[in-house]
């Protein structure tokens, strides 16, 4: 008869896991050996279980396959939850895996022993505990909820000792997915009749649509009738930054400017806008909103007016709404153009001064256009949503639902091992790269050839920015002394790193890092006057 640990292994397996993340623990042992011995399984070894969430967060945003994480009692237990926090707030399904006392030890005082099933509660979409006997009816309903929408991380706690336990037979399992309903006809054409008596209607793209895959459907819908798109962060390359109706991202650098488009509008049609990246409230203009998704408007009625609340299978409804929808707009796209060209000549790097902006056109130059960035959060991020030329949007990927720092090493190490015939590279900044440095010996371990871009400026410059913008003094914000405490070319656990201190020597450093075999850090001392001149300026 086969082991708990054997059952649940093939499962994982034949759901399509192919990686587990994680740091082992004493209890975990009989699953790593049951991992080692079965093919197209991995297990791989983090620095910090927080790393573990958000790498299995990536595996499935670039190939549709949930991951796994695991952590270990109490402390690795709450370490994971920063990933799969993450994940459950940027709408990805994982399934979380921790060890937990058994049943005889639960209740009790033990060493390391919290409620791990209180713990994961609010930060998952369900939480339960394996049993013996029913190890594939848990780990198949564990999928159905997580991939089901709106997708999110799944708990499963592991009672110690239960995987040595022999399994009782169980029957074959296949996975059930709960279809989205479509929309009723009547809905799209009130949607149709609203959109039709708008003079300037501007859509808003969110993360759903990304989900959804609509891209082809938006572009389609938003050429027949010439309506400009505001995209939310995460939905970035929805539609090309050279299409003739795109008006910018929302929230991010130089926003007033991209406000200068939606604050004219008289009709906001979001499509698959998540409110999770940023409400409808704290950009909207007062006008009707037509919401088009999988969920209901999360919207204040009290302020702003729900014209249309369209919640069902997003192309289905896209599609339909194409042909419900005749005529034109009254938008003058030539001045919205002109907008745009003009937005962008302001994050135009300044000569002679080497800061994010010239870090950012470096790397967008060498990287190819279907390379993948991975970003971290902090001023760097706000200028990446606007900046940074996005073809596809797995090409950029951020975290805007949960924005927690520490997110883009180890989410450039899972792009790698999930597509690795694609150039990956990472930006963060010295706040981030200090939470997760350790996972520099992950890459190496590893062989991944990433090229990390460690912006340095000596503090959290988004905070430092805030304090000013509030008339503060500066404190709390300095990570080090000064960008002239880095030094002279290195490593980090063996990871070559290359220091560089303008745009001369930042040319050759990217040079050399992308004909590199393996993982490469360059470190970019910058000046943070780009921050100061292009973000946080609001969305009006």
């Given at each position: ?18 990686y587990i993340f994680g740091v082992p623990s004493g209890n975990w042992v009989d699953f790593l050996t049951v991992i080692q011995e079965t093919e197209d399984i991995e297990f791989v070894l ?111 706690g592991l009672p110690s000792g239960i995987g040595l336990l022999e399994n009782p037979d169980e029957p074959e399992r296949t996975l059930n997915i709960s279809k989205i309903p479509e929309v ?306 290195g490593s980090l656990f063996g990871v070559p790193v290359l220091t560089v201190k303008d745009k001369e020597q930042y040319s050759q450093a990217l040079k050399t890092a992308f004909s590199a ?24």
């Amino acid at each position: 008869m086969a082991t708990v640990a054997q059952v649940m292994v093939q499962s994982l397996k034949d759901l399509g896991v192919k990686y587990i993340f994680g740091v082992p623990s004493g209890n975990w042992v009989d699953f790593l050996t049951v991992i080692q011995e079965t093919e197209d399984i991995e297990f791989v070894l983090v620095s910090n279980e927080g790393s573990a969430g958000f790498m299995a967060d990536v595996c499935w945003r670039l190939t549709g396959q949930p991951a796994a994480c695991f952590g270990t009692f109490g402390p690795g237990a709450c370490n994971l939850t920063t990933g799969v926090s993450g994940g459950y707030l940027d709408r990805a399904p994982m399934i979380a895996f921790t060890d937990e006392m058994n049943d005889a030890m639960r209740p009790r005082i033990a060493q390391m022993n919290i409620d791990h099933q209180t713990l994961f509660k609010p930060i998952t979409k369900w939480t339960t505990r394996l049993k013996q006997g029913k190890v594939k009816e848990i780990l198949y309903k564990a999928f159905e909820i997580a991939t089901s929408e709106v997708p999110g991380p799944v708990h499963v706690g592991l009672p110690s000792g239960i995987g040595l336990l022999e399994n009782p037979d169980e029957p074959e399992r296949t996975l059930n997915i709960s279809k989205i309903p479509e929309v009723d006809d009547s809905v799209l054409d009130k949607a149709a009749a609203i959109l039709s008596k708008a003079k300037k209607p501007v859509v808003a793209l969110g993360i759903t649509a990304v989900r959804s895959g609509v891209r082809d459907l938006v572009i389609e819908f938003v050429k027949k009738i010439n309506i400009p798109v505001v995209l939310t962060p995460m939905a970035k390359g929805m539609l090309p930054e050279d299409h003739t109706c795109y008006a910018g991202v929302l929230n991010h650098a130089l926003g007033p400017q991209v406000g200068v488009t939606h604050q004219q509008a008289d009709l906001i049609v979001g499509i698959g806008f998540d409110p999770v990246e940023l409400n409808y409230e704290d950009w909207i203009p007062n006008v009707p909103v037509v919401h088009i998704d999988t969920t209901p408007a999360d919207l204040d009625l009290q302020s702003h007016t729900l014209a249309c609340d369209v919640v069902g299978e997003l192309n289905s409804s896209i599609k339909r709404l194409i042909a419900k929808t005749e005529g034109k707009t009254e938008w003058n796209l030539e001045e919205l153009v002109q907008r745009k060209v003009k937005m962008f000549s302001e994050l135009t790097a300044e000569h002679g001064h080497f800061g994010a902006v010239t870090v950012l056109n470096g790397l967008r130059e060498i990287l190819p256009q279907d390379g993948i960035m991975t970003c971290d959060v902090g001023a760097h991020l706000h200028l990446i949503g606007q900046h940074w030329k996005t073809g596809t949007p797995e090409c950029q990927l951020m975290s805007n639902g949960c924005s927690s720092m520490g997110f883009a090493i180890p989410t450039a190490i899972a792009a790698k091992l999930s597509v690795p015939e694609r150039q990956v590279c990472c930006v963060v900044g010295d706040g981030g790269y200090y939470m997760m440095a350790g996972e520099m010996a992950t890459a190496l371990r590893n062989n991944l050839h990433v090229v990390f871009v460690v912006m340095i400026d000596a503090s959290l410059s988004l905070i430092r920015i805030k304090q000013e913008n509030k008339k503060h003094d500066e404190y709390g914000v300095e990570l080090s002394e000064s960008t002239e405490k880095h030094g002279e070319p290195g490593s980090l656990f063996g990871v070559p790193v290359l220091t560089v201190k303008d745009k001369e020597q930042y040319s050759q450093a990217l040079k050399t890092a992308f004909s590199a075999d393996g993982p490469i850090i360059i470190e970019a001392l910058v000046d943070t006057k780009d921050y100061d001149n292009l973000v946080l300026k609001g969305n009006k």
